[in-house]
């Protein structure tokens, strides 16, 4: 994916909210990634999006099987 045109990064933001507890917990975890908590949202969104893409794929080609 490209997210860069011109040196303008093409990002589209999304708020949501959480427990203290789960942002502490993230908070935690992207500093041992040495990542910002935006990075690691972003990537485990990514991440569920491609295995989501992948069962919806799968799910198409067992119905035209049938």
Known sequence: MN???GGKTLLSGVT???SP???AEL???AQE???SISWL???LIENKLQE???KVSQALI???QD
Do not use: H
């Open 3 to 5: 997210f860069e045109m």
């Open 16 to 18: 949501t909210y959480i």
């Open 21 to 23: 507890e789960l942002k």
């Open 27 to 29: 908070e935690a975890w």
């Open 33 to 35: 990634e040495e990542r």
């Open 41 to 43: 949202l972003a990537k």
């Open 52 to 54: 989501r893409r992948q």
């Open 62 to 64: 067992a119905g035209n």
